[in-house]
């Protein structure tokens, strides 16, 4: 084996002389370092054995660990950065932080950009990925000084005034203040129905939350329509579903059932003093004495007529309880049109309730003056008095034939009073009398009831003037011009409507027929 070479043969010799004074070691082992430390090592620079044990590399990291105890610390808990980063927790120190490169030499190498904020103690979540690093570390801080409480930066985004202490995250999260996580099921007030809805505002003005009222009445005495009538106790009839959802039965937790309209009755309309202090009477007659129409002439036990239902919607059957069952319009009259005395103690098919006859109540209504006598239900019925009149006019004087039978009561009774009705024709037909009276007012000799135009009269048989010659075809009132009242009195002779046609002036008397016939003036025949 050949002899060592000098420069190990030196080392060896100073490795000895290191080994024999220890205390000398420091200052030697500086000579071999490979350069300056960072700023922030510098008054250990000559004390290698603060990060340096002789042989022992692995031993290095515990000294780091020793010096850096936050660091250390997160290692155990599993926190910050190197407790949750995989490689830091097992690699090396100077893996990542190289030591020896100058005063001014950047050891940690932290990248802004691409680290991950999940590697921390705070994970970036929301809004926060829109903030600046700078809004949360400050200059001439360290990284894991930055603040980690909502409170650190949001203090003046509080609008609790610090009432609800610092926990904001127990509410709040990091999407926008509004959107609260806060369960108020877990507080002493649950919000159910509507109050679910209801902003924190209502409930806690100037976001106060301490003291809060939790009775109903604190916060809905304005809303309370009773107006204190059934003291405070609002849940024994309300829900917070809605002031019209009510827990509270009448007709299980009361003695008095609602029936009919009383369902829909508002409490007040009965209880107009403190229902808890003032009981009510349960009579008909106490509550509705203003709307007894009957002023008491039925008594006060309305029950025996009336049901809940309605006022006229009545129990008592007049056809059933009574003689004179209601037709026709009598079952839309009111009991006091026909009940006008005080019959108060009258019950069904008592003796004090009369059957009238018609008279005794529509005898104001007569217009025929009394002169048909009483009986009016023998032309008249129930369902009204023009309605279905049961005259037969064929039993009177004058029976209706042909256009009389259509023809309205009124064109000929133009007055109630029937007895005094015109029987001639002339009577009602004066103004359609085309004769203007020449041939009396007896129209029947001619015409008939089927129309003025089926007519017929037989001059030669009905008279004592048959129509002969030039007779034949005349009207009526070419010869009969005069009006006459009673009977026709008119000339048998010529002059008495040719006079004016008599060419001879008389010379030849009033016998025109010696010469003339009666076919033509201009036919003469002497000697006749």
């Known amino acids: 084996m050949s002899s060592p070479s000098i420069p190990i043969r030196l080392i060896y010799l100073l490795g000895g002389c290191l080994l024999a004074f220890p205390g000398y070691a420091d200052t ?77 030499a950047d ?36 990284w894991r000084q930055a603040p980690h409480a909502c409170i650190d930066c949001h203090k003046k985004d509080d609008i609790h005034k610090g009432n609800l202490g610092a926990k904001c995250h127990l509410c709040h999260n990091e999407k926008r203040w509004g959107q609260t996580a806060f369960d108020h099921d877990k507080t002493k007030f649950p919000l159910k129905g509507r109050h679910k809805k209801v902003d924190c505002e209502s409930c806690h003005p100037g976001k106060r939350f301490k003291k809060t009222p939790k009775t109903c009445y604190a916060c809905h005495s304005v809303d309370d329509k009773h107006h204190g009538l059934f003291d405070k106790k609002c849940k024994a ?130 217009i025929h003056k009394g002169e048909q006598g009483k009986k009016c239900q023998r032309c008249h019925n129930a369902t009204g008095w023009r309605n279905k009149v049961l005259f037969d006019h064929d039993t009177a004087t004058f029976p209706l034939i042909g256009l009389h039978a259509v023809v309205p009561c009124e064109s000929c009774h133009t007055q109630s009073r029937y007895e005094k009705t015109e029987h001639r024709c002339s009577g009602c037909h004066h103004n359609q009398d085309t004769h203007k009276g020449s041939l009396t007012p007896r129209c029947e000799r001619c015409h008939n009831p089927n129309g003025w135009s089926f007519w017929q009269f037989d001059h030669k048989k009905q008279t004592d003037y048959p129509l002969e010659g030039g007779h034949i075809g005349l009207t009526c009132k070419a010869c009969h011009k005069t009006p006459v009242k009673t009977e026709i009195e008119l000339s048998t002779e010529c002059t008495g409507c040719h006079s004016a046609d008599d060419i001879h002036r008389g010379q030849y008397g009033n016998q025109c027929d010696r010469c003339h016939t009666v076919k033509d003036f201009k036919i003469i025949q002497l000697n006749r």
């Open 237 to 366: 009839c309300h829900t917070p579903k809605d002031w019209k959802t009510l827990k509270f039965d009448h007709n299980k937790d009361t003695k008095y059932k609602l029936r009919g309209r009383h369902r829909k009755t508002t409490c007040t309309s009965c209880h107009k003093k403190n229902a808890y202090r003032v009981k009510l009477k349960k009579a008909c007659y106490d509550c509705h004495q203003a709307d007894d129409v009957h002023k008491k002439r039925f008594g006060i036990k309305c029950n025996r007529c009336h049901k809940e239902i309605g006022w006229r919607k009545d129990k008592f059957d007049h056809d059933r309880d009574t003689k004179f069952p209601l037709k026709g319009k009598h079952k839309n009259a009111v009991c006091a049109d026909c009940h006008r005395g005080d019959i108060g103690t009258a019950t069904r098919k008592s003796k004090h309730t009369k059957v009238r006859a018609c008279m005794a109540c529509h005898k104001a209504e007569d």
């Open 28 to 104: 030697f082992e500086s000579l071999f370092m490979p350069g300056p430390v960072i700023q922030g090592h510098a008054k250990y620079e000559q004390e290698c054995k603060k990060c340096h044990t002789r042989f022992k590399k692995s031993q290095q990291r515990t000294l780091c660990l020793d010096c850096h105890k936050k660091v250390a610390g997160d290692i155990q808990n599993k926190g910050g950065f190197h407790g949750k980063n995989t490689s830091a927790k097992s690699l090396p120190c100077k893996q990542c932080h190289r030591e020896h490169l100058g005063r001014k």
């Open 107 to 142: 050891i940690i190498q932290f990248d802004t950009e691409t680290f991950n904020h999940g590697d921390s103690d705070f994970a970036i979540k929301g809004k926060h990925n829109q903030v600046q690093c700078k809004q949360c570390h400050k200059p001439n801080h360290k």
